[in-house]
C-alpha cells in the first residue's frame, strides 16, 4: 500500500463536510451559454504507424501499424521548435513497439507517422521495467530545461500488479535522449491499484505533480496527487483519498449522450492536472465528476503541512457542466477543460470566476489532452479513448485525430 498519513475518525468526517463547503469559494454557475468559438479538426489519422514510407513520394504513406488499434493517441506536447510528442499508452494491448513518441505533424491523412522516444529499445515491455518506458499517458515537455518528464504507469494490459521499479518519472534530455534522472514512485504509489494519469512540472523549481486516479482500485479509488522534487529526487503522496480527488457519488461519465461502459461505469478520480502561469496554484479535474479544482502549490511544497491543512485550502472552482479529461492553462492564466460529455472545450476565467462552453463539434470523439502550440492555440487528442478500452473499435476503423481551436491574442 502507499505511504500516506492516516488521519483519525475525526478529521476523516471533516474532510467529508469540507468538500461540499470548500474555502468558502464563491462556486461559478455550470455553464448554459452556447458555444462562441468554432473548432478544426486539424489532423486525423487512420491509425498509427512507426515505419517510414517505403518510397520518398509524399503521396506513398506506410500502412498503419498491426497493433496500431491498440495505441490510440492520448497525450500530445510541444517542445520550442514545434516538434510534437505524444503518448499511445499501454492499456489496450501491451504490443505497440513505443509507448512515447515524435509526431510528424507535416502528414495530414494516412495512419500518424511515429517515431519512438527516445528509441524503441527505450520502449521496450521485456527491457528491464525499472529504465525502459512501459507505459506512459501523461507526460510534459519541459523547455525552460530541455527535459522531458515521462510518467510511467508501470503495468502494462494484462498485468494485474506493476513489476518492482516501474512505477516512475523518466526525466529525459529532448536533444540527446539520455536520461537525466530516474525518480521511483513505488513507495509512494500501488503497484495494484494506482493509475498514473497526469503529470506537470514547475520548471523554475524542478518540481513535479501527478495526478493518481486509482482507476485499478474502483471503486475504492486510491486516488492522490504526488509531489516530486528532481533536486533530491523524493517524492510524497497527499490529500490521499480526499474527497476532491475522487469520483464524486452518483455521477455517471456520458459521451455522445452514451453512458461510459453501462454495468461497470468509469470510475476515475482525478485526471487532467495544470499549473498557473506563476505556479502558485494547480487545478485539476476529476472525470466521474464534474467540478474543477485548485490549490495553491505553496502547502504542496510545505512539508510539515498535514493533509488537513492543505484540505483546508483546496478550492472548488464550480460546475463545469459535463465530464472531463485533459486541462491547460494559457499566458494569461485562463484554464481550458476538455468536456467529454459536451465533445468541446470549457473556458474557466479566474479573474472573474466564469465557466463558459467555448467550443463544441459533435464530429470530436473524447477529447483528452489539451495543450498550448507555441503559436499560441488550443490544440487536443480525441481518440475515441472509451470506445478502445470497451474493445469496441476493430482494426482499420480507428480514426486519431487532432483538433484546434485559434485562441484570440486578447481572449
Known amino acids: 500500500m502507499p505511504r500516506h498519513s492516516r488521519l483519525s475518525s475525526t478529521a476523516a468526517v471533516a474532510l467529508l463536510l469540507h468538500v461540499f463547503s470548500i474555502a468558502s469559494v464563491v462556486h461559478a454557475a455550470a455553464p448554459e451559454q452556447p458555444p462562441t468559438a468554432t473548432l478544426e479538426r486539424w489532423r486525423s489519422y487512420s491509425g498509427v504507424t512507426w515505419e517510414a514510407p517505403a518510397t520518398s513520394r509524399a503521396d506513398a504513406a506506410p500502412a498503419p501499424s498491426p497493433h496500431s488499434v491498440g495505441a490510440p493517441i492520448a497525450g500530445i506536447h510541444f517542445d520550442g521548435q514545434g516538434q510534437a510528442f505524444v503518448s499511445t499508452p499501454r492499456l489496450v494491448s501491451a504490443q505497440a513497439p513505443a509507448t512515447l513518441s515524435r509526431l510528424d505533424t507535416r502528414v495530414t491523412s494516412g495512419p500518424a507517422r511515429l517515431t519512438a522516444f527516445p528509441s524503441i529499445s527505450a520502449n521496450a515491455v521485456q527491457a528491464a521495467p525499472q529504465q525502459a518506458l512501459r507505459n506512459v499517458l501523461g507526460f510534459y515537455v519541459d523547455q525552460r530545461n530541455g527535459w522531458l518528464w515521462a510518467l510511467d504507469m508501470g503495468f502494462v494490459a494484462g498485468e494485474a500488479q506493476a513489476p518492482e521499479g516501474a512505477q516512475k518519472v523518466l526525466v529525459i534530455d529532448l536533444a540527446s535522449g539520455q536520461t537525466v534522472r530516474r525518480i521511483a514512485l513505488d513507495g509512494v504509489a500501488d503497484r495494484s491499484g494506482s493509475f498514473l494519469n497526469d503529470i506537470v512540472v514547475d520548471e523554475a ?202 485562441l484570440s491574442p486578447h481572449r
Do not use: C
Open 205 to 406: 523549481r524542478r518540481v513535479a505533480y501527478i495526478s493518481d486516479s486509482g482507476l485499478r482500485s474502483a471503486p475504492q479509488n486510491q486516488a492522490a496527487l504526488i509531489v516530486v522534487d528532481f533536486a533530491s529526487g523524493q517524492a510524497r503522496r497527499v490529500l490521499h483519498r480526499h474527497p476532491a480527488l475522487l469520483p464524486e457519488p452518483g455521477v455517471q461519465v456520458f459521451s455522445h449522450g452514451e453512458e461510459v461502459w453501462p454495468g461497470n461505469p468509469l470510475q476515475l478520480g482525478i485526471n487532467g492536472i495544470a499549473l498557473s502561469p506563476d505556479r502558485a496554484t494547480l487545478y485539476w479535474t476529476v472525470t466521474t465528476g464534474r467540478h474543477v479544482y485548485a490549490i495553491p502549490t505553496a502547502v504542496l511544497h510545505d512539508t510539515a503541512a498535514t493533509d488537513a491543512q492543505r484540505a483546508a485550502q483546496i478550492q472548488n472552482l464550480g460546475d463545469v457542466g459535463g465530464n472531463t479529461d485533459g486541462i491547460a492553462t494559457d499566458a494569461q492564466g485562463l484554464l481550458y477543460i476538455t468536456d467529454v460529455t459536451r465533445n468541446g472545450i470549457v473556458r474557466y476565467d479566474p479573474h472573474r470566476r466564469s465557466m463558459s462552453l467555448l467550443a463544441a463539434d459533435d464530429g470530436i470523439r473524447w477529447p483528452d489532452t489539451a495543450t498550448l502550440t507555441p503559436g499560441g492555440d488550443l490544440l487536443f487528442t480525441a481518440s475515441n479513448l472509451n470506445q478502445h478500452f470497451a474493445g469496441a473499435v476493430q482494426p482499420g476503423q480507428e480514426r486519431y485525430e487532432l483538433w484546434r481551436l485559434k
